[in-house]
């Protein structure tokens, strides 16, 4: 199997494996992950969920555990590829994972694209493995075969982090930092918070900096002054 090389280089992020992903809810998927990355020959999965849940942590994961075992793999994150069938022409075997698949949804053209990449690794056994914001039956096909087929691919909804899974997040991410999160402030924050991973670290590097500069520790009153909590 192999996959056809992009013009433009697509980097994993490194930091994006399996051992850094907070399992929380979502240990079915993950063994589902690592099933199709040690053994790439079934269609794959459908993964959704919302902004900031792991999609694409979890599809560069991925590609990385598909790379050890000596499998070809690609991450086509469609944020930052130009909306053009010619991006995926060709592509084909080893794992394909491709993010914010609805960004191409609705538009026959980029469809059909799509449609081509399904069926080259269909025949080719690869694995295609799609990540988007919702499930795919609520998805806005235009392609009643492309949305058949996606459809019935099997279906997994990434799960959100309890409070609990959070404020370990939080407190290791803080450890790294040089700062110490007990668990009054943790619980402090996370109560009056968005309970958003990617919102709750932008908000940590910014109380790190403010920290730093003042020489303050991690505490309520620093959250509130900085948060506006």
């Not at 192999?2 to 399992?23: E, H, K, M, W, Y």
């Not at 009643?144 to 899974?165: C, E, I, N, T, Y």
Request: with cysteine.
């Amino acid at each position: 199997m192999t996959v056809r090389q992009l013009p433009i280089p697509l980097a994993v992020n490194g930091a994006c494996d399996f051992a850094s992903f907070r399992t929380g809810d979502n240990a079915e998927l993950l063994a589902q992950l690592r099933t199709l990355a040690l053994l790439p020959d079934g269609i794959g999965l459908w993964l959704w969920g919302e902004g900031g849940s792991g999609r694409s942590h979890l599809l560069q994961a991925l590609c990385q555990e598909a790379t050890s075992h000596q499998y070809p793999a690609i991450y086509l994150p469609l944020a930052t590829l130009a909306a053009d069938p010619e991006a995926i022409d060709g592509l084909e075997g080893g794992v394909i994972a491709i993010d914010d698949v609805e960004l191409w949804l609705g538009d026959r053209r980029l469809e059909t694209a799509l449609m081509a990449l399904y069926q080259r690794q269909l025949t080719s056994t690869g694995v295609l493995v799609v990540a988007a914001g919702s499930a795919a039956v609520g998805a806005n096909f235009a392609l009643p075969d492309l949305a058949s087929r996606l459809r019935a691919l099997p279906s997994f909804r990434v799960q959100p982090l309890g409070d609990a899974d959070l404020v370990a997040v939080l407190k290791a991410a803080a450890h790294q930092r040089g700062l110490i999160l007990n668990k009054i402030t943790a619980d402090f924050w996370i109560t009056r918070s968005r309970r958003s991973l990617p919102t709750l670290l932008a908000e940590l590097d910014e109380l790190d900096r403010v920290a730093l500069a003042a020489q303050r520790r991690l505490t309520i009153p620093l959250l509130k002054d900085v948060l506006k909590l």
